[in-house]
């Protein structure tokens, strides 16, 4: 019989808004040793890993398997991630306004910072960020972190 491995995770509290409308509060749960890097896994990481297509979201209902296809933004506080954006030093710090489409309205608007740092030195511009292949933009504004769908991204402005 094969031996089942439990890998430790840690919880992540998060506001999830699905394409439906519908809003859900709870906790992801990411892996506690990142396999890409040294610390816990990140959100952002978990969300674009490609190699799945749901993840566990715990509710005060239950557990729910969400497809990240079907999730349009997430919202939580990471303070290891706001250093990066508060670091007086990082010139890889741009100002973008993200737009997305709504059911109810033509577009809704957020205005914060996106990091290119962890791009190619060539290509280190936001529009790069955007065009990249990972699913999710993550955008830091008013004292917390979004991560936005780029399929729901209707243009943005830097």
């Known amino acids: 019989m094969a031996t089942r491995v439990i890998l430790p995770k840690v919880p992540v509290t998060a506001d999830v808004n699905l394409f439906d409308g519908e809003r859900v509060s709870g906790e992801f749960f990411v892996a506690a040793k990142s396999p890409v890097h040294g610390g816990e896994e990140t959100l952002l990481e978990l ?39 508060t670091s007086p ?21 957020v205005q914060g910072f996106c990091y290119t ?9 936001p529009v790069d960020l955007l065009n990249s292949p990972e699913m999710f933009l993550l955008l830091f504004s008013n004292d917390r972190m979004i991560l936005f769908n780029k399929h729901a991204i209707s243009h943005a402005t830097v």
């Open 47 to 85: 969300l674009n890993d490609n190699a799945r297509s749901f993840v566990p979201f715990q509710t005060e209902h239950g557990l729910m398997l969400l497809n990240r296809a079907t999730v349009r933004s997430v919202q939580f506080d990471s303070p290891d991630l706001m250093s990066v954006f």
């Open 89 to 109: 030093d990082n010139d890889n710090i741009y100002g973008m306004t993200v737009y997305w489409r709504t059911e109810t309205q033509t577009d809704a608007e």
């Open 117 to 125: 740092g962890a791009l190619d030195e060539k290509g280190r511009r």
